[in-house]
């Protein structure tokens, strides 16, 4: 039995089957054994010539367990001995390398994730091709670049096409996932780039609250813009000059002197002041009736209504005056019972517009005893005006004499593009954009503002508003990819696409306006705001 192991250990040996041979050569028996010392002395070398193979061919694992084979057999040979060791530093060598290689790789997948992709694409070409998980993540970041540039491709084309709002909304949405991207960073600065030179253009044009929606818009970017941030600093001022020329009260500075004319009587001198404080009134309210007042701060910052306190301090005559401006509680405005009566629309790109629902509205100087829908602050003493809708018909009636296409009327069935001048700073346009609607629109001229909510456009809705890019719309917005429609219905204000409304008009589609919050539809942003009826 012992000489067939032997024998088989031998035969092993031959055929270089070293492992099945060592296995042999561990019995004792076999050890004691003459024949079985003589192959062992064989076996040594032959471990030792396998090992520095595999050390050659950077398997140092393999190496290291021949040499510890070997010195099992041999004892501690200072040979072996040398060569174990310098197999157990290429093993540690290895297994620094392979947990480099795994720190690498996950290293490559954090600046994947946060967005860097082009320093993780750097990070995986160090990888031999051998490398799956390395081949794999890079195909991967590969993939997520190139939708990234066709992104940025696409955006690049809606900023061209003047799609300023929406490019920066869908920017926000990026920057969430690839604000490290170099590409994205490149697009960020120029788009903050063309961000500026647009608000530029709208200070110049007046047009502040277009400015100040950018701005609020650009604010959110990762990057800063120098010239943004001045530009946002001045707005800041601006605001805040407003809100102190809106808290100069020159309405209660005249009171006090008439009521100072009635106590020591009429002279020059107290004349001379009525009239300057007058001027005054005027020229705060072309202030604040100005590009200023379209700042949505500045709009907040008008004038509170009176206390009921404030009013019974003067006398009566003054009382009645005054009564309509206080509300059912100390400074607390009116307010209509369903804000969507009447309500201020913002859309991104076109500007605020001021809706009514109702089929009449009365506009006039807001010295007027009498509450007004618009009113306007003039110097002089103005007509009322009251546009009233009868069927499909819009008729103009005034309680004086104003002026329509440069003729002195009273009342007059109004066509589209009739133009009206109701005193020296007070002209409109009035429009029908749409001749199938019968929802009108009243353009204001550059000198023309109303004293309670600043504004170019009025629009008196019939069953609906269309917001589109061309003329024959009732908003025109040029970024807009179709037409979409607003219309009330169900107690609520509704914002439809045109073509879905086209396909199932009874189909609750379309997204509600709440008041104060932003609705997107067709590439543009629309906000409807309720307003406080406070007729001053």
């Known amino acids: 039995m012992l000489h067939l192991k032997i024998r088989k250990a031998e035969v092993a040996l031959r055929a270089g089957r070293l492992d099945d041979a060592f296995q042999q050569v561990l019995l004792p028996t076999v050890r004691e054994h003459y024949r079985g010392q003589q192959l062992i002395s064989k076996l040594i070398p032959a471990f030792v010539a396998r090992g520095q193979q595999h050390l050659a061919g950077s398997n140092a694992a393999a190496a290291l367990a021949d040499f510890q084979r070997a010195e099992q057999l041999g004892g501690n040979q200072p040979e072996i001995a040398q060569l174990r060791t310098a197999a157990e530093l290429s093993v540690r060598e290895e297994a620094s390398r392979v947990q480099l290689q795994r720190d690498q790789l996950q290293r490559a997948k954090r600046l994947a994730a946060e967005g860097a992709l082009t320093m993780g694409q750097a990070v995986c070409a160090t990888f031999s091709d051998s490398n799956e998980p390395a081949a794999k993540l890079a195909a991967d970041i590969q993939l997520a670049q190139q939708n990234l540039l066709t992104m940025l491709s696409q955006m690049r084309e809606h900023l061209e096409v003047g799609k300023l709002e ?29 961000a500026t030179s647009y608000a530029q253009d709208k200070v110049r044009e007046g047009k502040l609250d277009q400015v100040h929606s950018i701005l609020q818009l650009a604010s959110s970017l990762p990057q800063e813009n120098l010239q943004l941030s001045e530009l946002s600093n001045a707005i800041g001022q601006c605001q805040s000059i407003c809100a102190d020329a809106a808290q100069f009260d020159t309405g209660q500075l005249l009171r006090r002197l008439k009521l100072l004319r009635q106590t020591i009587g009429e002279c020059n001198w107290l004349e001379r002041a009525i009239k300057s404080a007058e001027a005054l009134d005027v020229a705060l309210d072309e202030l604040n009736c100005g590009p200023l007042a379209l700042l949505p701060q500045a709009t907040l910052a008008q004038k509170q209504p009176r206390k009921k306190q404030e009013v019974l301090d003067m006398p009566r005559n003054l009382q009645r005056d005054l009564a309509h401006q206080v509300g059912a509680e100390d400074g607390k405005p009116i307010e209509r019972a369903n804000w969507t009566d009447a309500f201020r629309l913002h859309v991104d790109g076109s500007g605020s517009f001021l809706v009514f629902r109702r089929p009449s509205i009365t506009l006039g100087n807001a010295s007027h005893s009498r ?43 109004l066509e589209d593009g009739d133009k009206v001048r109701a005193g020296e700073r007070i002209t409109f346009r009035f429009r029908r954009p749409c001749a199938a609607s019968g929802t009108a629109v009243i353009e204001l001229g550059s000198s023309t503002r109303p004293a309670n909510c600043p504004v170019r456009h009025i629009l008196l809705m019939d069953e609906a508003v269309l917001i589109g890019p061309t003329g024959s719309s009732h908003i025109v917005a040029t970024g807009n990819d179709g037409l979409s429609v607003i219309t009330f219905r169900d107690g609520q204000l509704w914002i439809y696409d045109q073509r879905d409304r086209e396909i199932s008009p009874r189909l609750p589609l379309g997204r509600a306006l709440q008041p104060g919050q932003t609705v997107t539809m067709n590439s543009i942003s629309a906000t409807a705001v309720p307003i406080s009826e406070v007729i001053s």
């Open 166 to 194: 929406l490019t920066i909304q869908q920017t926000q949405h990026l920057a969430r996932e690839h604000s490290h991207n170099r590409h994205f960073q490149d697009f960020v600065a120029e788009l903050l780039a063309r």
């Open 371 to 413: 509450p007004v829908d618009i009113a306007f602050r003039s110097a002089n003493k103005t007509p009322n005006i009251q546009i009233a809708r009868i069927d499909d018909d819009y008729f103009l009636y005034a309680d004086g004499m104003i002026e329509v296409n440069q003729r002195q009327i009273r009342e007059k069935l």
